[in-house]
């Protein structure tokens, strides 16, 4: 049988470096935000130059962009196949697994409250994402109404920003207090949400 064709080479070097920059401004950002993070001070943490840094990414902003790309590819995975109320469970693995990942958290938080700002680089990036995000989730409970299980009556549009809104409120107190239990809280809403959204 023949053995996994494995990458080496230049190729995989320059991947292995490009995934450490990234963790490391994903660190950088978490921390200290977009606007408190310099290419230097993440340049300096993998042991480059800025301009080995902007080798593999252009700018600074572009970096952002790649770090974001790479937690949202992460998150839109959970909705493979997901419709109607199983959109509900596919939110809840979302939280599940952003509970392993505080450094995300921390950076998608922190950023977004920059990004408030029209002059901040992600601002456009927010309101894509966002809008992205509520389609999406409108779209697989709109499927759910064709299906049966979602009530006809439902707001598929409303029902999506609800449950954003919910998520980012609990990520917001758990940051600031990691004792408490995100994913117990975002049940027990879901408890509810699922009964009234549902056709029987």
């Known amino acids: 049988m023949a053995t996994p064709t494995r990458v080496r080479g230049p190729y995989a070097k320059t991947e292995a470096r490009r995934a450490e920059i990234l963790r ?27 301009a080995g840094v902007l080798h ?33 469970d596919a939110l809840r693995g979302v939280v599940a697994e952003n509970l392993a990942q505080p450094g995300l958290i921390r950076l998608f938080t922190t950023l977004s ?27 697989g409970l709109a499927q759910g109404q064709k299906d049966g299980d979602v009530g006809a009556d439902v707001d598929v549009d409303m029902a999506a920003s609800l449950l954003i809104a919910i998520m980012d409120g609990l990520q917001m107190q758990w940051l600031l207090n990691e004792e408490f239990d995100m994913l117990a809280g975002f049940d027990t809403f879901l408890a509810t949400f699922r009964s009234r959204i549902s056709a029987d």
Do not use: C, W
């Open 24 to 50: 490391t401004a994903l660190e950088a950002f978490s921390v200290r935000g977009f606007q408190g993070s310099s290419l230097r001070e993440i340049a300096d943490a993998v042991g480059l130059s800025q």
């Open 56 to 88: 593999h990414f252009s700018s600074k902003e572009a970096l952002l962009a790649a770090v974001l790309a790479e937690k949202d590819a992460v998150s839109v995975s959970h909705f493979d196949g997901a419709h109607g109320l199983g959109v509900l």
């Open 113 to 139: 409250a920059e990004a408030i700002n029209e002059d901040h680089p992600a601002h456009e990036y927010f309101q894509i994402r966002y809008a992205a995000a509520r389609q999406l989730i409108a779209a």
